[in-house]
């Protein structure tokens, strides 16, 4: 059974740091990301790794603010947020697909998602 289990998120004022994390199980994963979606807003992409960890993508709105790794050996990916901005809010969503054709920044090819954190960042 794939879980992907989230923790992390939460409060924190502008200039803030939070880090989210995604412990995936039950199947091996080719791409991981991280989405997020705020209220009357369709999900986007914020970031994205490849299975070796050796490529990596950003939405261009958090390049430079936002780090994204994992730990192959844990099955885990992380979500390190710095410089929070108020616009950064929003809930958080892991995904991870076992697809290795089409790019990683197309939101269908993931095919498994986490429950949901949400991160809300006040001015």
């Known amino acids: 059974q794939v879980q992907l289990v989230q923790s992390g998120g939460g409060s924190v004022q502008a200039g803030g740091s939070l880090r989210l994390s995604c412990a995936a199980s039950?199947?091996?994963?080719?791409?991981m990301g991280w989405f997020r979606q705020a209220p009357g807003k369709e999900r986007e992409i914020v970031a994205a790794?490849?299975?070796?960890?050796?490529?990596?993508y950003y939405a261009d709105s958090v390049k430079g603010r936002f780090t994204i790794s994992k730990d192959n050996a844990k099955n885990t990916v992380y979500l390190q947020m710095n410089s929070l901005k108020p616009e950064d809010t929003a809930n958080y969503y892991c995904?991870?697909?076992?697809?290795?054709?089409?790019?990683?920044?197309?939101?269908?090819?993931?095919?498994?998602w986490g429950q949901g954190t949400q991160v809300t960042v006040s001015s």
């Open positions: 039950g199947r091996t994963f080719s791409d």
């Open positions: 790794i490849s299975r070796s960890g050796y490529t990596t």
């Open positions: 995904a991870a697909t076992t697809r290795f054709a089409g790019a990683m920044t197309t939101t269908g090819r993931y095919d498994y």
